[in-house]
């Protein structure tokens, strides 16, 4: 052992809020764990620190049912003898919007800040791979060091070098080594307390300390021992010492070691400060340290080498050689309806809830701070890492599944009521008393409207056989009816019961009228006699569907041939179904020992055309896949038992639409298969783009053969609105809602594999245990996937991807209304962003209450202006941090109604503070 080498022993837990077990049965543990942990602060006696992972939900969480240890909390807070923050829960950062992410910091430092201190390290331990945009998210918050060890190119870069993200942000890294985030725990901790190896982990019954169990039919029931007596044999400190350094020396760059003390819900014990006073004293001279990680740090930082490597990008590299840093990238195939669940969630509150409740603020009404809040937290709840990755038993995803159906509820209610009172502030007053309006709100700055799907009630005593639609000015807008029927919905009144009235509800296609940025337009309905069919409808035949942009046409397998008028390039055989066995976990991909694929293409499908007409038409393709109803019981093949999963997908086209929108409907009847769409673009692509938290990744098509490597390399990849490939003249954009992960396949098709559902009996292959008893992650029965082709010139840049991204996510909300007497006009725009370069990435009241915060990014990488028009005038503004501290003011014209806040540089993040002029 090198004698300049210093041990700074990291005492903490990695605190799982919901894996092994549902949230409540976890939460127990953590009482008794803080319990315990405040006991030993109290006591000292050399246990100086402790880490509570990062997160600082876990405080929220012990206090709820330990309320009166508030004093205690903070107290060692501030007292920096309790680490915690800078994250409110531990995300899988991969599998959030930017936007999210923000929010999750926010609300990490704001908890920690107000529990007396903010642990300024970026400590992101277990993630399944770290978004290229993480060194300038951190830095936003003041945060200038990355603690991680997955994804990260181990047999490239040292321990410690520099992370430069896309936009040039720098961040010092730390990667952590062979055995990640418990080096000291299983390399001396457990030789010296349990006798026992690093992974040396069976229990023998002789071994006794009065095991217990309660009674219950569950296969992750556990065992408790109630008498364990912990050893100590001392001689196994120095040379678990001497392994922890050799383990990683050869890439150390300062003699600093972090000797990282705790696992996976592991609770501390004051051994651990009598192992580091007994090291000392065996090695004749203070050599190990009891350590905060800010202190550890500041130490590395002093002994640092001038020429430290630089690594650029996201870090999603697979493990190459001797480690237990694997990436796991199989992961986001794993329950992919909580991806979509997380995806709508998002969309929710980021694009529809918030931006209407500040249009509603702007006018003076009252922010809901609370309901918000409430969503967030629950939203942010389900990105910790087990949560969204759908790792964990049925009942957590189960309660994942219920937070986002309550965030859900919450947020339409904000939208409800948000724009309900910007309605009370319009002025109709010259129309009818009985005149029926629709005001559509356009909650995206940038331009937006098109065909949508609306439902129109008119009263059915004056109710005709159609309607008409026009602008105030008197402007027909175009509408094309599908359904109608009678019904009585219901009016609320504040101070009474619901009243029902007559009505017929009018389905229809409406064209909107563009709308310029973030605000509104006002229509007005009026019954009509049917309208006389028009000739020219979007269905053209049958089976093929087109408009200005393009042709689709659909062949009797089901498969898709679209060309793309603009270009002139042809797509052909699109939407193939593919399933192949699997027989992996939710981390790694397995499949059968003789496995065999089976295509829809070449099958038999049914096509019907739904409805057609001008404005839209919608195709249905019916097909039945016969699919081995599972794998064998010893895994080595797929069953011979054939059984039909039904499938059903719905295409529609819209006039002057550039994308072709797609919801499939699959009936899954078979488990133990992974089941993808394929989409063959034909183009000699060597790269595809992934939109991903403020960035669009390039990423090589080839996948190297990773022969020796402990995981191999793979093609397959999360993303987030879309994934694109390009040749550079000619693309196809794959937009979708929460379909995770993606795979551009390396053939001269280079199709896009999109992972539907990846299914398999519940098992943890690493510790070879089973769980017969968790079914969910089968996904059996009805699963649902929206997604849309967007064929385009170029790259996805100069294609305009990402905003029609934006607007195929967040179309214009419809509300329905009568006639108001406010003061407003009918139709207003409150905030448009000039450049579509710039994508929105949310809107929120300042935390300190002083003005509105516009949050944008730059995804693309040439550098674009950050030019606002404000239909209210705007008083003063400036570029703020993430964390919202001022950075440098913005330039306002003198009537208020243009912002300018310079360039953003490519891949940047920036947000704008607004404050209105009264």
């Given at each position: 052992?090198?004698?300049?080498?210093?041990?700074?022993v990291i005492s903490n837990t990695h605190w799982d809020r919901e894996w092994r077990f549902p949230f409540e049965r976890t939460r127990a543990m953590l009482v008794e764990m803080m319990d315990r942990l405040l006991d030993l602060l109290d006591r000292g006696k050399g246990f100086k620190y402790f880490h509570l992972d990062a997160h600082t939900i876990m405080l929220e969480d012990y206090l709820e049912v330990r309320p009166e240890k508030l004093a205690a909390l903070k107290r060692h807070v501030a007292a920096r003898r309790l680490l915690v923050g800078p994250w409110y829960t531990l995300p899988d950062a991969c599998s959030c919007s930017g936007e999210a992410l923000?929010?999750?910091?926010?609300?990490?430092?704001?908890?920690?800040?107000?529990?007396?201190?903010?642990?300024?390290?970026?400590?992101?331990?277990?993630?399944?791979?770290?978004?290229?945009?993480?060194?300038?998210?951190?830095?936003?918050?003041?945060?200038?060091?990355?603690?991680?060890?997955?994804?990260?190119?181990?047999?490239?870069?040292?321990?410690?070098?520099?992370?430069?993200?896309?936009?040039?942000?720098?961040?010092?890294?730390?990667?952590?080594?062979?055995?990640?985030?418990?080096?000291?725990?299983?390399?001396?901790?457990?030789?010296?307390?349990?006798?026992?190896?690093?992974?040396?982990?069976?229990?023998?019954?002789?071994?006794?300390?009065?095991?217990?169990?309660?009674?219950?039919?569950?296969?992750?029931?556990?065992?408790?021992?109630?008498?364990?007596?912990?050893?100590?044999?001392?001689?196994?400190?120095?040379?678990?010492?001497?392994?922890?350094?050799?383990?990683?020396?050869?890439?150390?760059?300062?003699?600093?070691?972090?000797?990282?003390?705790?696992?996976?819900?592991?609770?501390?014990?004051?051994?651990?400060?009598?192992?580091?006073?007994?090291?000392?004293?065996?090695?004749?001279?203070?050599?190990?340290?009891?350590?905060?990680?800010?202190?550890?740090?500041?130490?590395?930082?002093?002994?640092?080498?001038?020429?430290?490597?630089?690594?650029?990008?996201?870090?999603?590299?697979?493990?190459?050689?001797?480690?237990?840093?694997?990436?796991?990238?199989?992961?986001?195939?794993?329950?992919?309806?909580?991806?979509?669940?997380?995806?709508?969630?998002?969309?929710?509150?980021?694009?529809?809830?918030?931006?209407?409740?500040?249009?509603?603020?702007?006018?003076?009404?009252?922010?809901?701070?609370?309901?918000?809040?409430?969503?967030?937290?629950?939203?942010?709840?389900?990105?910790?890492?087990?949560?969204?990755?759908?790792?964990?038993?049925?009942?957590?995803?189960?309660?994942?599944?219920?937070?986002?159906?309550?965030?859900?509820?919450?947020?339409?209610?904000?939208?409800?009521?948000?724009?309900?009172?910007?309605?009370?502030?319009?002025?109709?007053?010259?129309?009818?008393?009985?005149?029926?309006?629709?005001?559509?709100?356009?909650?995206?700055?940038?331009?937006?409207?098109?065909?949508?799907?609306?439902?129109?009630?008119?009263?059915?005593?004056?109710?005709?056989?159609?309607?008409?639609?026009?602008?105030?000015?008197?402007?027909?807008?175009?509408?094309?009816?599908?359904?109608?029927?009678?019904?009585?919905?219901?009016?609320?009144?504040?101070?009474?019961?619901?009243?029902?009235?007559?009505?017929?509800?009018?389905?229809?296609?409406?064209?909107?009228?563009?709308?310029?940025?973030?605000?509104?337009?006002?229509?007005?309905?009026?019954?009509?006699?049917?309208?006389?069919?028009?000739?020219?409808?979007?269905?053209?035949?049958?089976?093929?569907?087109?408009?200005?942009?393009?042709?689709?046409?659909?062949?009797?397998?089901?498969?898709?041939?679209?060309?793309?008028?603009?270009?002139?390039?042809?797509?052909?055989?699109?939407?193939?179904?593919?399933?192949?066995?699997?027989?992996?976990?939710?981390?790694?991909?397995?499949?059968?020992?003789?496995?065999?694929?089976?295509?829809?293409?070449?099958?038999?499908?049914?096509?019907?055309?739904?409805?057609?007409?001008?404005?839209?038409?919608?195709?249905?393709?019916?097909?039945?896949?016969?699919?081995?109803?599972?794998?064998?019981?010893?895994?080595?093949?797929?069953?011979?038992?054939?059984?039909?999963?039904?499938?059903?997908?719905?295409?529609?086209?819209?006039?002057?639409?550039?994308?072709?929108?797609?919801?499939?409907?699959?009936?899954?009847?078979?488990?133990?298969?992974?089941?993808?769409?394929?989409?063959?673009?034909?183009?000699?692509?060597?790269?595809?783009?992934?939109?991903?938290?403020?960035?669009?990744?390039?990423?090589?098509?080839?996948?190297?053969?990773?022969?020796?490597?402990?995981?191999?390399?793979?093609?397959?990849?999360?993303?987030?609105?879309?994934?694109?490939?390009?040749?550079?003249?000619?693309?196809?954009?794959?937009?979708?809602?929460?379909?995770?992960?993606?795979?551009?396949?390396?053939?001269?098709?280079?199709?896009?594999?999109?992972?539907?559902?990846?299914?398999?009996?519940?098992?943890?292959?690493?510790?070879?245990?089973?769980?017969?008893?968790?079914?969910?992650?089968?996904?059996?029965?009805?699963?649902?996937?929206?997604?849309?082709?967007?064929?385009?010139?170029?790259?996805?840049?100069?294609?305009?991807?990402?905003?029609?991204?934006?607007?195929?996510?967040?179309p214009p909300v419809i509300c329905q209304v009568g006639v108001g007497r406010g003061h407003l006009p009918p139709e207003t725009t409150l905030f448009s962003v000039a450049d579509e370069t710039l994508a929105f990435s949310g809107i929120k009241p300042a935390e300190d209450g002083a003005g509105l915060i516009l949050r944008l990014y730059n995804p693309s990488e040439r550098t674009v202006a950050c030019e606002l028009r404000a239909g209210h005038p705007v008083a003063w503004a400036e570029s703020v941090r993430l964390d919202e501290k001022p950075l440098a003011a913005a330039t306002v014209s003198k009537d208020g109604r243009l912002v300018s806040a310079g360039q953003?540089?490519?891949?940047?993040?920036?947000?704008?503070?607004?404050?209105?002029?009264?």
């Open positions: 052992m090198d004698p300049k080498h210093e041990f700074h923000v929010r999750n910091l926010l609300r990490g430092t704001r908890m920690a800040r107000d529990f007396g201190h903010v642990m300024e390290v970026g400590y992101t331990p277990n993630g399944f791979g770290q978004p290229s945009q993480l060194p300038q998210l951190y830095a936003g918050f003041g945060i200038d060091t990355v603690m991680f060890y997955r994804g990260v190119p181990r047999q490239d870069v040292k321990s410690e070098f520099i992370w430069q993200g896309p936009d040039g942000t720098r961040a010092l890294a730390f990667r952590f080594g062979k055995y990640a985030r418990y080096n000291f725990f299983f390399l001396v901790y457990r030789p010296v307390v349990h006798g026992r190896r690093a992974f040396e982990c069976e229990y023998r019954w002789p071994e006794g300390a009065l095991p217990f169990r309660l009674d219950r039919e569950l296969s992750y029931e556990p065992y408790y021992l109630l008498d364990f007596q912990p050893l100590f044999a001392a001689d196994r400190i120095v040379p678990g010492l001497e392994e922890v350094a050799a383990t990683d020396a050869a890439t150390m760059t300062t003699p600093v070691v972090i000797a990282m003390q705790g696992c996976d819900s592991t609770a501390p014990d004051d051994t651990e400060a009598r192992i580091v006073a007994e090291a000392n004293r065996l090695l004749g001279a203070e050599k190990v340290f009891h350590s905060a990680l800010e202190d550890v740090v500041a130490r590395v930082r002093q002994q640092l080498p001038a020429d430290l490597q630089v690594a650029h990008g996201e870090m999603r590299h697979t493990l190459h050689s001797d480690g237990q840093t694997n990436l796991y990238p199989a992961i986001y195939g794993c329950r992919v309806y909580l991806r979509q669940a997380n995806a709508f969630s998002e969309a929710n509150l980021e694009n529809w809830a918030e931006p209407a409740a500040c249009m509603a603020w702007l006018l003076g009404e009252e922010y809901p701070h609370g309901l918000l809040r409430l969503a967030w937290k629950l939203l942010l709840e389900n990105h910790a890492h087990d949560s969204i990755g759908g790792c964990a038993m049925d009942r957590v995803h189960e309660d994942v599944m219920n937070r986002f159906a309550r965030c859900d509820d919450i947020t339409h209610e904000v939208t409800r009521s948000s724009l309900a009172k910007v309605v009370r502030h319009l002025d109709t007053s010259r129309l009818p008393g009985d005149t029926v309006l629709l005001v559509a709100f356009n909650c995206l700055p940038h331009r937006n409207g098109g065909v949508i799907r609306a439902a129109v009630d008119l009263p059915l005593a004056t109710a005709g056989e159609d309607l008409t639609i026009e602008t105030l000015a008197g402007q027909a807008v175009p509408h094309q009816l599908v359904a109608m029927q009678d019904l009585r919905p219901t009016v609320q009144k504040p101070n009474d019961i619901p009243s029902p009235f007559h009505a017929r509800r009018f389905l229809l296609h409406l064209d909107l009228p563009p709308q310029a940025g973030m605000g509104w337009t006002t229509l007005r309905v009026r019954p009509a006699a049917p309208a006389a069919a028009r000739a020219q409808k979007i269905g053209v035949r049958r089976n093929a569907l087109e408009n200005e942009f393009m042709r689709v046409t659909a062949h009797p397998d089901g498969t898709l041939d679209l060309l793309d008028k603009d270009s002139g390039h042809t797509f052909p055989g699109l939407h193939a179904f593919e399933s192949d066995g699997e027989t992996g976990d939710p981390w790694n991909r397995m499949t059968p020992t003789t496995d065999c694929t089976y295509s829809s293409r070449g099958g038999k499908a049914r096509l019907a055309m739904l409805d057609n007409g001008p404005l839209a038409a919608s195709l249905e393709i019916t097909l039945a896949l016969k699919l081995p109803e599972g794998v064998l019981p010893d895994r080595s093949a797929r069953s011979d038992t054939l059984v039909p999963c039904p499938i059903r997908t719905v295409l529609t086209l819209r006039r002057g639409c550039r994308w072709l929108d797609m919801h499939t409907v699959v009936n899954n009847t078979v488990r133990d298969h992974r089941l993808r769409l394929l989409l063959p673009t034909a183009l000699k692509a060597k790269y595809s783009w992934g939109h991903m938290p403020f960035d669009v990744v390039k990423r090589p098509v080839h996948v190297p053969g990773g022969e020796g490597w402990l995981e191999p390399p793979t093609g397959a990849h999360p993303q987030k609105l879309f994934v694109d490939v390009s040749d550079g003249r000619t693309g196809l954009a794959v937009l979708n809602r929460g379909i995770t992960q993606y795979e551009v396949l390396d053939t001269p098709e280079r199709p896009v594999a999109l992972t539907l559902m990846r299914c398999f009996q519940m098992r943890n292959t690493v510790q070879n245990l089973d769980y017969p008893d968790q079914p969910g992650t089968q996904c059996q029965g009805r699963q649902e996937f929206r997604y849309a082709l967007l064929p385009h010139r170029g790259d996805w840049d100069a294609g305009g991807v990402m905003a029609e991204a934006a607007r195929w996510n967040v953003v540089g490519p891949k940047k993040v920036i947000s704008l503070r607004l404050r209105m002029a009264q």
